[in-house]
Structure formats: C-alpha cells, structure tokens
C-alpha cells in the first residue's frame, strides 16, 4: 500500500499534457484502432480475483424470505441474496422486463441483477423515468469509455451522465500522433455498437482503496481521484462490462443490450477536474436511445437547433460578436444592443407598474464588503481582483452587498417596507475559458436583478407579488414554466421556526398562484428557501433564469434593521427579510434564449428589424427617406434600400433579413402619401402587398408594438 501510495503522489497533474485536438476537426483518415494496452489485463486479473471472493461470498449468504413491496401496494415473495428485480419484472411481464433500464430499492437505485438482501419496497423504472434516463446514459458513457480505450489507447477521467446524454473525458497517448478529430466518430461508434451487440453484463464489485491503487496504479488521474475521494480503510465500487473496468458508484443497466441506439456527438478540449492549471484533456459527447425512432428524432431535434444556434443567428444578423482580445464579453452591436435596451425598458415599465426603484451601485468594491458579506471566503475564486492603492478591490459579481449598503446608510422605519431596490448594474464573473459558451456562459454581464426588504408577514405577499411578476413577463414571450419550492438542506443557518415559518408562506404564496408546483426537499440555499422556476422554449428545452430566493443571513451580517412597529424608543428594532429576485436572469443569456426560441423572427415589438423601405426606382428616393423620417419619429427602428439591386432582390434580402414590414414605394405610393405593405408574419400579402395610408400605417404598428404580440400582423 506504501509503495502506491509514494508513487501516486509523484504523479503530478501537469506532467506530459496531452495533446489537444483540433479545434474544427480534421477530414484525415483514423488511424487504426490501437492494440489492446496492457493496462486492460492488468485490471481484469485483479477484478477476476476479487470478483470470485465475492461472488463466494454471496453463495455463503444465508437465504431467507423476503416480501417485496411493489408501489401499488401489492407483493411478491422472494428470497434474500437470492431474487432480483429483473426476476420480479419477469414475473410481471416479459415487456416490462425488457423496457427496464434500473430497480429503486427503498428508494435508493439498484442494479436490476442485483440480488435483493432483505424485505423492502421496489420500483422498477423505465427510460421515461428521468433517473432512469440518467442511469441510461451513465451505462453508455461506460460503452463509450470501452470504444475509446480500444481506439486510442487512452487513460479515462471521468465520464458522466449529462442532460442530454454523456461524455468522457480522456488522455490521448502521445504515440496516438494527433488530437481528436470527426473522423474518429465512426470507429467509436463501430466499437461501441460491438459491444452493444455483444450484450455485455455490467458487473459490480465491491473493492478496499487498496485493491482500487493497484488496479488503477497505471493511470494518475483514476489515482488522484481515489486517493482524494475514498477515505483509508473503506471501500467502493468497479463496474465492469467487457474489457472496460472503471471506478463507479453505479448503478447501471443490465447488459450493454440494453442500450440500442448509440451516437458519437462531438468533442471538445477540456481540463482535468475543470482546472486550467490541469492537464488538458480530450472530451467525447455521446447520445444513446432505448429505441432507433428516438435517435432519429433527436438527430432532427440537433438540425432544428444548429439552425437556430444564437452564435450562428447574432452573426448572420450582425447582433453581436466576441473577441480574443476580451474573452467572455459580447460586443452588442447597433442592432444588438437595440434587443438589449429593449428588454432592459420593458423591465423598467414593469419596476414602474410594481413600485421598484431603481439604483446604480459600484461596479467594484473593497474585498473588506466581500468578506462581510462571506463571498470572499467562498467565492473569491470567481471574482476579478485588483489592487488599487495597496488596498484588495474585486469586480462585483453580484448586486446584493451594494443594496445592504444602500438600505443600511440611514435609519429606516417599518413604515417604508417593502422596500424593492432594483439595478441593471454591469457584473462580472471570472468563468473559466473552457466554460465560456456564446452568450450562455460569459464573464461580463447585465441582470435585471431586485432586491426587496420586508419584514416577515410581507413575505407571502410579496412572493405573490414576485410570481405575478414574472408570469407577466413570460407569457409576454410565450414561454411555458415549472415551478419548484426548494426546502431547508441540512446545513442551514438560523432558527427551525424562521424556517419553518417561511417555508410556509412561500407555499402560500405558490398554492395563491394557481399553477402547479413541485417540492424539492432540502433544496434550498443554506441562508434560505427558494423558488426555482424553470421556462421551456419553442424547442422544449428547459432553462433556469427566474431567481426567487429568500435571505435571512445577508441582513444579519449587515446589522440591517427598521424601526419596530409600535416602538416607543429608537433602540426597538427589527431584522428585515431580503429577497432576491430576478426574471429575466442575465440579459445576455435571455437574448441567447430568446435568439433560438424565435429562431431570429423577433417579435414586432422586440424586433431590431422593424420596416424596410423599398423603392421602385430611383424617382422615388425622396419619398423613401420621407416614409423612413416618419416612422423613425415615430419611434421604429426602419431603414431604406437604395442598393443598385433588383426590386425582388430587394425585398428578397428583407424578408431573409426578417423585417416584419416591407414597405414598397413607387410613383403611386407617392403621389397618395402611402406605402404598399408586405407583413413577414401574413403569407397573404408576401406576393402583393396592401397599400395602407401612411398615417394609418403608423398608427397600426405602434399599436402592434404597444401590445407586444408574438404575431407581426396589422
């Protein structure tokens, strides 16, 4: 063990980088797949050797009765050490035997060949049940680790289940001669679908941390896991399917069978443990499907989204681009920016329906806010730091300190609560560069970020308050949402009863809503309980963007504190409440979110596009400058083409440019104060337009764009 031990610590976690693959891929043929590593040996003899003790073991378990308890209430007699779930779903039905991806087992996921050890209750779960789908896709990161080991003769790291399928993270060997490319999709999947046909059984072996370092000693980075994560003196567990062994908590599906359409999507570079000060890695991303239908429509759902990719649309239609030069900072350009203020105003005249003042704080602060806030001690990694006359300074990743600051410069009264700061001020995070993703994920950005201070009996009404809030916002661009009430974890701060007591109100408040919700116990932040409310797009895919968190802990660290009501000398006071509330989320991510969800068709209202102007001829350019002078008064965003192009080829490049108007102007036009219109969103008038008169033109869209409909239609 001592010699293990010594030699993993030499290992260093920068040594022999390996090298990073191509950033776009590479149309060279693969190289052959690799000979088996030695490696691959070396770990079975040791599973084989241990997995007979244990499969001995088992034999010797003594054999009793047991009742399995299924979730309708019916039961199944069994023997311990003995049945298994898949008996149980066999004893069933054959279909529900062959749909099963994983067995819960007293609530706790179970292997389904995996003996049951005493009474308990069951559930067996297929694809459809979200857990299953994650064990699902955990199964086929295996197969792909399998397929890779083979063909590249690599050392794995670690290769979860993601939202959407999986991946593993993997170190080339430098005698592979080159980085990761498309080409080797095929070959990966050639071996993963031989293994699949092969309808390998992942087996478990429980293993001692001793056991795990000398079957991993030939890879640093298995070995650095296990010397962090398994304590000495305890044990975990290896599954194994074919020549694959890898540490895994598991559980998994039966048989590699079991898994029947399998994709290679993409890869990308990565680090190990996402350090950056780690060795740089190779990550393969991979989808697997029970059925060949589902593959065939996810592959389409792929197309649809590529298509609608907001990196893809925000060049095509100049709405923002990124720079080496600034990593993680979008440069919104004119059009862009004009989505951007437009989102940023709508907020506002919502903060001025519902009483929010808003606030302009400092974009940077003493560490010493930071530390009293605690964000120094737990977030400094993920802040931008400066020094600034020998003095610590950070850039503020967040609003909330700076409004402590504001509502705690002066004595307050009860009488002045609720009180809703609002600030639309520049916030920036020190993400790492491999996480930096378009406008998803970025360093620099803008929230529409409140905070509002009451007391504790204002909580319920301004949670209502708050759902209203962001209900109103969301139905304005059709979005769908979930909500979830997210409950005390158990390292909490505070008392029972304050918990308690908020937790209850916020149920209040989610029961006054009218909408359904989930609970999901001890889900909560540690200084409060929260609602998590998720929105799906056009696309049904899910996003986080919406925050409404409760914060007992913020106004204790700050001293904050209002007179008391009914208070006959200014020492009676007490705490406020902070809640911490945003719908939009960061600016940046919604326009991303918005950019697929419309697939760059901006809503009339919403739109940086708004009119072209067409004329016919050149007679006529007067009178176009004179119609785009009008709607610019009127406050549209209009533009005019006076290219040497075609009039199709004119009003082609609109409508590819997605105006919701194109107005054509010719001597007719003209001499009526007119304008011939044709609407993007009313087929009906694409090949001939309606001639409206300009006044009514006007007034038409600025009731479209005063109702904010998602339909372009006058």
């Known amino acids: 063990m001592a010699d293990i031990v010594e030699r993993a610590a030499k290992l260093s976690l920068n040594d022999q980088k390996p090298a990073k693959g191509n950033k776009k891929g590479s149309d060279a043929a693969p190289a052959p797949s690799m000979e088996r590593p030695e490696f691959i040996e070396h770990r079975n003899r040791i599973f084989d050797e241990l997995f007979q003790k244990q499969q001995e073991e088992i034999a010797n378990k003594p054999r009793e009765d047991i009742v399995i308890t299924l979730p309708d209430g019916s039961t199944r007699d069994g023997k311990s050490w003995e049945t298994t779930p898949m008996d149980i779903a066999n004893g069933i039905s054959k279909s529900l035997a062959k749909r099963l991806v994983i067995a819960k087992v007293d609530n706790v996921l179970w292997d389904t060949l995996r003996p049951l050890e005493a009474s308990c209750k069951l559930e067996l ?30 050392h794995l790291c670690n290769g979860p289940p993601i939202e959407n399928g999986f991946y593993y993270d993997i170190a080339v060997p430098e005698e592979f001669g080159r980085g990761i490319s498309q080409a080797d999709f095929a070959p990966l999947e050639a071996l993963a679908n031989k293994a699949i046909k092969e309808k390998q059984p992942f087996q478990r072996l429980v293993i001692s941390k001793e056991d795990l370092l000398r079957m991993f ?42 898994i029947t359409a399998f994709a290679v999507l993409k890869n990308s570079a990565s680090y190990f443990l996402g350090d950056a000060n780690n060795d740089s890695l190779q990550r393969v991303y991979g989808i697997s499907f029970p059925d060949k239908k589902k593959m065939t429509e996810y592959k389409k759902f792929l197309e649809e989204a590529a298509k609608r990719d907001h990196r893809k649309i925000g060049r095509e239609q100049e709405l923002f681009f990124f720079h080496e030069l600034s990593p993680g900072s979008a440069f919104f350009l004119p059009h862009g920016a004009r989505i951007y203020n437009t989102l940023m105003d709508f907020i506002r005249g919502k903060y001025w329906e519902r009483g929010f003042q808003e606030v302009v704080s400092p974009n940077m602060y003493n560490i010493k806010l930071w530390e009293q806030s605690g964000h120094w001690q737990n977030y400094q990694e993920d802040m931008f730091g400066l020094e600034v006359e020998k003095e610590k300074f950070a850039l503020k990743p967040m609003n909330c300190p700076g409004h402590c600051l504001m509502f705690g410069m002066r004595d307050r009264s009860y009488r002045e609560l609720p009180l809703r700061f609002a600030d639309f001020g520049v916030l920036h995070r020190n993400e790492a560069s491999g996480a930096l993703s378009g406008l998803t994920r970025v360093r620099r950005f803008q929230q529409d970020d409140a905070h509002i201070f009451c007391l504790q009996d204002q909580v319920k009404s301004e949670m209502q308050g708050a759902l209203d809030f962001l209900r109103d916002v969301y139905s304005t661009f059709g979005f769908t949402f979930a909500l979830k009430l997210s409950t005390r974890p158990d390292k909490y701060l505070g008392e029972i009863a304050v918990w308690d007591q908020a937790e209850k109100q916020l149920a209040e408040a989610l029961d006054g809503f009218g909408s359904p919700w989930e609970l999901n116990p001890g889900d909560g932040a540690f200084y409060g309980p929260k609602i998590d409310i998720t929105i799906r797009d056009a696309l049904g895919r899910a996003f986080q963007c919406a925050t409404i968190q409760l914060d007992f802990q913020l106004p204790e660290r700050f001293q904050l504190q209002v007179r008391a009501p009914g ?13 911490h509330r945003a719908v939009l989320g960061s600016i940046e991510r919604m326009i991303a979110i918005l950019t697929e969800n419309f697939a760059g068709k901006w809503p009339m209202w919403l739109s940086p596009r708004q009119v072209m102007v067409v004329p016919v001829t050149s007679v006529v350019y007067e009178y176009a400058e004179q119609v785009k002078q009008q709607l610019h008064e009127a406050g549209l965003f209009v533009e005019v083409d006076v290219s040497a192009d075609t009039l199709n080829k004119k009003i082609r490049n609109a409508e590819l440019a997605q105006y919701n108007f194109i107005c054509v102007v010719g001597v007719q036009e003209k001499e009526e104060g007119s304008v011939n219109v044709r609407c993007r969103d009313d087929v009906g008038t694409k090949a001939k337009g309606q001639t409206i008169p300009m006044a009514t033109f006007i007034q038409q869209l600025q009731e479209l764009k005063y109702s904010k409909s998602l339909v372009s239609k006058i």
């Open 125 to 154: 779960l297929d694809f459809e049940s979200e857990e299953a789908k994650m064990v699902y896709w955990h199964s086929s990161a295996h197969v792909l680790g399998e397929a890779c080991e083979l063909h590249f003769g690599c």
């Open 217 to 258: 000693d030939y890879n640093k980075y298995k070995v650095h896991l296990i010397n962090t994560r398994v304590p000495d003196g305890t044990s975990t567990t290896v599954y194994r399917c074919g020549p694959l062994i890898d540490l895994c908590r598991g559980p998994h599906v039966p048989t590699t069978g079991s």
């Open 567 to 579: 208070a006959s000398e200014d020492t009676e006071f007490q705490r406020p409440v902070i809640i």
